[in-house]
Nanobody, 120 residues
Framework: QVQLVESGGGLVQAGGSLRLSCAAS????????MGWYRQAPGKQRELVAA???????NYADSVKGRFTISRDNAKNTVCLQMNSLKPEDTAVYYC??????????????WGQGTQVTVSS
């Protein structure tokens, strides 16, 4: 069993900052890509940022220059530093990871989601 547990969401004023963290635990042999997605009310879930095990990153155009994704491979964690937040960043943010367990099967996992609300 593998779990992804997120933390760090909350309410912040526009222009403020938040840091999201996600920790993977359980039967983990290795982790490939990790990322953050978000889903606003009435909208589809979208990729915010992703990072490979080697550290290559990919960002949605809407967050480039404001958000930074990072990971600690030794601790199986991924973080999302969000600066200059805008009301349109309001959404539930989900951690995602591509994990190979000790049965050597690759599976994709989601966290439970954490609410980020940016007030204007």
């Amino acid at each position: 069993q593998v779990q992804l547990v997120e933390s760090g969401g909350g309410l912040v004023q526009a222009g403020g900052s938040l840091r999201l963290s996600c920790a993977a635990s359980g039967s983990i042999f290795s982790i490939n890509a990790m990322g953050w997605y978000r889903q606003a009310p009435g909208k589809q879930r979208e990729l915010v940022a992703a990072i490979t095990s080697g550290g290559s990153t990919n960002y949605a155009d809407s967050v480039k220059g404001r958000f930074t994704i990072s990971r600690d491979n030794a601790k199986n964690t991924v973080c999302l530093q969000m600066n200059s937040l805008k009301p349109e960043d309001t959404a539930v943010y989900y951690c995602n990871a591509d994990i190979i367990s000790y049965d050597y099967i690759r599976r994709n996992y989601w966290g439970q989601g954490t609410q980020v609300t940016v007030s204007s």
